[in-house]
């Protein structure tokens, strides 16, 4: 019987990413009751994709990532005109201004924090079923 070799802090912290974004882009999606978060057109949740509004280093804010048409996060590259317009009325233009700066930050997740944000969504997205 072979031995398996421990797995590496970058390897588990990949992979919990990987489960993590599932979990959060299944919530995001859930949480829309299937609609766009842009242009409002009304869709199963599953057709939906979780748009950013600031691609990087946001993967896991619920104000940079919404549900969106395809249409809208596709196929006109994520119509980030009315995305900030919606998140300028929804938070407000100071809000918009923190989060632009919160992307200017390097954040490296570490595996317990992404535990953690795991542990959460899979219970988030228990209450909305």
Same mark, same amino acid.
């Given at each position: 019987?072979?031995?398996?070799?421990?797995?590496?802090?970058?390897?588990?912290?990949?992979?919990?990413?990987?489960?993590? &974004?599932?979990?959060?882009?299944?919530?995001?999606?859930?949480?829309?009751?299937?609609?766009?978060?842009?242009?409002?057109?009304?869709?199963?949740?599953?057709?939906?994709?979780?748009?950013?509004?600031?691609?990087?280093?946001?993967?896991?804010?619920?104000?940079?990532?919404?549900?969106?048409?395809?249409?809208?996060?596709?196929?006109?590259?994520?119509?980030?005109? !009315?995305?900030?317009? !919606?998140?300028?009325?929804?938070?407000?233009?100071?809000?918009?201004?923190?989060?632009?700066?919160?992307?200017?930050?390097?954040?490296? &997740?570490?595996?317990?924090?992404?535990?953690?944000?795991?542990?959460?969504?899979?219970?988030?997205?228990?209450?909305?079923?």
């Amino acid at each position: 019987m072979r031995k398996r070799r421990p797995v590496s802090k970058q390897t588990l912290r990949e992979r919990l990413l990987k489960k993590l &974004w599932k979990l959060f882009s299944i919530y995001v999606r859930q949480k829309s009751k299937g609609v766009c978060y842009i242009c409002g057109a009304k869709k199963d949740w599953r057709e939906l994709d979780a748009s950013h509004y600031i691609h990087g280093r946001l993967d896991f804010s619920e104000i940079n990532i919404q549900a969106c048409c395809r249409k809208c996060n596709r196929f006109m590259h994520g119509n980030l005109g !009315r995305y900030a317009e !919606r998140l300028i009325t929804d938070y407000g233009r100071e809000r918009l201004v923190e989060l632009r700066q919160e992307a200017a930050q390097v954040k490296k &997740w570490e595996p317990e924090e992404l535990q953690e944000k795991i542990t959460y969504y899979t219970q988030a997205i228990k209450k909305l079923n």
